[in-house]
């Protein structure tokens, strides 16, 4: 009970604001150049930035606890981990996705057609934790 007291207290947070036990935050940026040909223009040079970062809990008493304790708590960071871990896979499974959609934009559409490339991102990563159930059908990480 005090170590989900703790994850509850100092852990990241969901986006809503609600507690999470681990988190993944993810930016894929992009840029673009255009040429322009006479009356026409091609979107050239596009490049697509990613960095990702994980939260993971710690227990920085481990040593002070049982034997069934460590091994739980083990247990439940190695699932945390797998789950996190799949977040940040889908973000980076789909980058090239970015750069295409960005790369195929008319000219002045580019930011719009990235954005629509990351929101479906977005959906995807929400399709995961629903599939999972933020990672509980990955196993049992609540202790």
């Known amino acids: ?6 994850i509850d207290r100092y852990g990241p947070r969901h986006g809503d604001g609600g507690n999470a036990s681990g988190r993944t935050d993810y930016r894929i940026g992009f840029t673009w150049a255009e040429q322009g040909h006479g009356a026409s223009c091609e979107v050239t040079d596009v490049k697509v930035q990613f960095t990702v970062d994980v939260t993971l809990p ?10 069934a304790m460590r091994a739980e708590w083990r247990r439940f960071v190695a699932v945390l981990r797998v789950h996190e871990a799949g977040h940040a896979h889908i973000a980076y499974n789909h980058i090239d996705e970015v750069k295409a959609a960005v790369a195929a934009s008319r000219c002045g559409e580019e930011r719009l057609r990235g954005r629509e490339a990351l929101d479906r991102i977005d959906r995807l990563q929400a399709d995961y934790d629903r599939r999972t159930d933020g990672g509980e059908r990955q196993g049992n990480i609540v202790i």
């Open 58 to 67: 710690r227990l920085a008493t481990e040593a002070a606890r049982s034997p």
């Open 1 to 6: 009970a005090a170590l989900n007291a703790a």
